[in-house]
């Protein structure tokens, strides 16, 4: 197999892969020779030389015409993938040479996913018809990784002050911790709502490797609120607001989620000062890529994004001061 070896890697040319290709597709030599604009003793001559270098048979003629082999089966499968990626590979580097955005793959907390991505994708799609917006969900530990080998372009969720040198980052806005229940949620009644009656519910909180678990359970540790009854851990936001629409449990979810959930009439904010939890959000990206325009475009709507919902999260904030 080592001849094989050598020929695939050193002189197996596209154009023997446009060949097994197109000839699969028109199975007729004459066909094939007038569609690639070469004359059809042309065409048989690379075949043979190609099924000769490989030492095995790609096609056999028959009364239907020219029908692959196992091994021509086998290598047109690949052909395809390869001129299909090379296809690709054209339409990216074309865009990026005329600053489109066609494709962003983004990595984003669930968090994110309920109001600032969607506004951004709103954004993006109209100032460019044609474009791939890919979101993976996760917690940034997941994230990360992906972001480092290439699979995301940038990631959208809470920053860390322990992120790697590999990275660059810019923040957009600070979003405040609250605790939240759900409408009509027996301490929404209290009229001196104080920590120690938390004590009979279960509660909802974040993963324990999560950023903000941490601060959390320092802080109901400061108030003498013990986490060690029942409770749901989990960073999914579906999960978390489901549990708390549907149970008596009571949970700390970002400002911004609980702004947007209080406005339909699921959640409640209970008047607890947790004034002190807060967290960055932003954007974070791989700092040895270069900067294009594209990339350019996406962190210009991302503020864009940014700028309109921050009017509506300060009278939130405003109102939960009174």
Not at 226 to 243: L, W
């Amino acid at each position: 197999m080592a001849h094989l070896d050598w020929y695939i890697r050193a002189n197996l040319k596209l154009r023997h892969l446009q060949l097994v290709v197109t000839l699969d597709e028109l199975r007729n030599v004459g066909r094939v020779a007038a569609y690639l604009n070469v004359s059809q003793p042309a065409v048989s001559k690379t075949l043979s030389a190609l099924e000769r270098e490989l030492n095995m048979s790609l096609f056999q003629r028959t009364a239907r015409g020219m029908e692959p082999t196992e091994h021509g089966e086998c290598l047109i499968r690949h052909a395809r993938q390869i001129l299909g990626n090379l296809s690709s590979a054209r339409d990216e580097l074309r865009d990026i040479s005329e600053g489109r955005v066609t494709r962003v793959a983004m990595g984003a907390l669930p968090s994110a996913t309920v109001l600032l991505i969607p506004r951004f994708i709103v954004r993006l799609e109209a100032e460019s018809t044609d474009v791939a917006v890919t979101v993976r969900e996760g917690a940034m530990g997941s994230l990360l990784p992906s972001l480092r080998a290439g699979d995301l372009d940038l990631t959208v969720g809470i920053l860390s002050e322990s992120l790697g040198v590999e990275f660059e980052s810019e923040v957009l806005y600070e979003d405040r911790i609250v605790a939240v229940a759900r409408h009509a949620h027996p301490l929404t009644y209290e009229r001196k709502l104080n920590w120690n009656m938390l004590a009979g519910y279960p509660m909802v909180l974040p993963s324990e490797h999560s950023l903000t678990r941490g601060p959390i359970d320092s802080y109901l540790a400061q108030h003498g609120v013990s986490t060690a009854r029942r409770h749901v851990e989990s960073v999914s936001t579906a999960t978390n607001i489901g549990v708390l629409q549907f149970s008596d449990s009571v949970g700390f979810t970002a400002g911004e989620i609980a702004r947007h959930f209080v406005s339909l009439g699921v959640l409640s904010v209970l008047p607890l000062n947790v004034s002190n939890l807060t967290m960055r959000v932003g954007l974070t990206w791989m700092a040895n890529r270069r900067m294009t325009v594209a990339y350019q475009l996406v962190s210009r709507l991302f503020r864009e994004t940014r700028d309109e919902m921050l009017p509506e999260m300060e009278a939130f904030a405003r109102s939960l001061a009174r």
